[in-house]
Nanobody, 120 residues
Framework: QLQASGGGLVQAGGSLRLSCAASGRIFSSAVMAWFRQAPGKEREFVAL????????AYADSAKGRFTISRDNAKNTVYLQMNSLKPEDTAVYYC???????????????WGQGTLVTVSS
């Protein structure tokens, strides 16, 4: 089970850190990812990280502004979001899978989502 938190209302240029706490054991082969879905749009990939390593990947929209990280001891994945823009407004979901992929269908476990609203 995945529990996402940390969303909220922030002004453009501000920062937020999202957290995704996982219950139970996370196997070393797992891949953890963040996706987001804006109103009226499809869910899109944001960032991902290997649980047992340091490999990461980012959407072009997130590069240079967002950082994904993990804390194995806390079974938690984070998404640090800086220089936020109004177009970052969306519900952010964390997900767990086993394939290093940007495709949402590769992820079998999803958190409930946390809303990020960026005002201009």
């Amino acid at each position: 089970q995945l529990q996402a938190s940390g969303g909220g209302l922030v002004q453009a240029g501000g920062s937020l850190r999202l957290s995704c706490a996982a219950s139970g054991r996370i196997f070393s082969s797992a891949v953890m990812a963040w996706f987001r879905q804006a109103p009226g749009k499809e869910r899109e990939f944001v960032a991902l990280i290997r649980w047992n390593g340091f490999s990461t990947a980012y959407a072009d929209s997130a590069k240079g502004r967002f950082t994904i990280s993990r804390d194995n001891a806390k079974n938690t994945v984070y998404l640090q979001m800086n220089s936020l823009k109004p177009e970052d407004t969306a519900v952010y979901y964390c997900a767990r899978g086993v394939v290093f992929s940007r495709e949402n269908y590769e992820y079998g476990s999803w958190g409930q989502g946390t809303l990020v609203t960026v005002s201009s």
